[in-house]
C-alpha cells in the first residue's frame, strides 16, 4: 500500500498535468471526508477546474469554496444546494446538470448520517441511512452516466468513487431488498456496502471504460458525531484523542481517496483505506444477487419519484 507521500505526490502528478479543465462533483463536498477531498482536488489541480459541491449546508460549502485556489477566467467553482435524503431532490438537480455541464470527469459520493435511530423513512418510503449511503449514491451515478459518458468519449478520464466501506459488507438478503422487515442499524450499516458493491460492479458492466471505485477510509476524524449531537461535542473530542493513533485526520484520507480513484483501472475496483487495490476481499456478491439489486434499486427509483410526483 502506498505510503501518504507516495500517495500525495501521485495526485499532484495525475491532476496538475491535465490538459483539459475536468468536470468534478463532490456529493457530500461540504463536511468530513468530501470536504477533505474536495480541497485536496484544487489544491492539485491549482484551482484549474470546474468543481461544484452538493450539499445542504451553504455557509459550510462558502468556507470551503474560499479555501481554493483561484480559478482562472475557465474554471468555476460553485455550490449547489440539495437534500440528496430525497430521490425527487437528486432528480431534480441532476437534470440541471445534464443540462448546463459539458461533462463529468470525476462524481465523489460521500454523503452520510450518524444517528440511533430505527428505521426512519422519508416521505419517499426510503430510510435515510440507507438513502445516503446507499440510493442516493445510484440515483447520482445513473442519472450523471451521459456527462460520463462524453467525457470519456472525448478521451478524458470518466470516473465515480463511493466513500463507504469496502470489505466491510454482509451477504445480501434477496428476500429483503431495502430491509423493509428485518432493519437494524448494524444490518444496515453492513448492507450498504455490499450494495455499493454490487452497484459498481452493475455500472461497470454496462460502462466497462469507465472507472467505478468503492473505497473503504477507515477510521477518519471528523466532526460527524458532534453534527449529530451537539451535546456530545466534548465526548467526540475524547473519542479523537482516545482513537488518535489509529485513525487519520481527514486531510490525509482525502489524499488516499483521491489516489483510490484516480490509479484504479476501468472497470469495478475495491480500495482500502490508504487507496490500496483490496481486490475480493471480504466480498459478498454473487451474480444473482447483482442482477437482483439493480432491479431493485432501479424499481424503487422509480416507486420513489413516482410518489413524489
Not at 73 to 85: G, L, P, Q, T, Y
Not at 197 to 202: A, H, I, V
Not at 239 to 266: R, V
Amino acid at each position: 500500500m502506498p505510503s501518504l507521500a507516495i500517495a500525495r505526490s501521485a495526485n499532484s502528478a495525475a491532476l496538475s498535468a491535465l490538459a483539459h479543465i475536468p468536470v468534478a462533483i463532490f456529493v457530500g463536498g461540504t463536511s468530513g471526508i468530501g470536504r477533505a477531498t474536495a480541497e485536496a482536488f484544487a489544491r492539485h489541480t491549482r484551482g484549474n477546474a470546474r468543481i461544484i459541491l452538493i450539499g445542504r449546508n451553504k455557509a459550510a460549502a462558502d468556507a470551503v469554496l474560499a479555501s481554493f485556489p483561484k480559478p482562472p477566467a475557465a474554471a468555476k467553482h460553485e455550490f449547489v444546494a440539495c437534500d440528496v435524503s430525497r430521490m425527487r431532490n437528486i432528480h431534480a438537480i441532476t437534470s440541471t446538470l445534464i443540462a448546463r455541464l459539458p461533462k463529468v470527469n470525476y462524481l465523489v459520493l460521500s454523503p452520510g448520517l450518524l444517528n440511533f435511530k430505527g428505521r426512519d423513512e422519508t416521505d419517499e418510503g426510503i430510510d435515510r441511512r440507507l438513502g445516503l449511503h446507499y440510493y442516493a449514491r445510484w440515483k447520482f451515478t445513473y442519472d450523471l452516466l451521459p456527462l460520463l459518458r462524453k467525457a470519456k468519449d472525448a478521451g478524458e478520464d470518466a470516473r465515480v468513487l463511493s466513500v463507504l466501506g469496502a470489505g466491510y459488507g454482509m451477504e445480501a438478503d434477496l428476500k429483503d431488498l431495502g430491509l423493509k422487515t428485518s432493519y437494524s442499524i448494524p444490518r444496515a450499516g453492513r448492507m450498504s456496502p455490499t450494495y455499493t458493491d454490487l452497484m459498481m460492479e452493475s455500472f461497470a458492466e454496462q460502462h466497462p471504460d469507465i472507472a467505478f471505485v468503492h473505497a473503504n477510509p477507515g477510521g477518519v476524524r471528523t466532526s460527524l458525531l458532534e453534527h449529530a449531537y451537539p451535546s456530545l461535542k466534548r465526548l467526540s473530542g475524547a473519542f479523537d484523542l482516545l482513537l488518535y493513533p489509529f485513525t487519520n485526520s481527514a486531510a490525509d484520507c482525502a489524499e488516499y481517496m483521491l489516489y483510490a480513484l484516480l490509479q484504479s483501472g476501468n472497470g469495478a475496483s475495491r480500495r482500502g483505506s490508504k487507496g490500496e487495490d483490496i481486490g475480493k476481499w471480504r466480498y459478498f456478491g454473487s451474480d444473482e444477487a447483482r442482477k437482483a439489486v439493480w432491479e431493485h434499486s432501479k424499481a424503487e427509483m422509480d416507486r420513489a419519484l413516482a410518489i413524489s410526483g
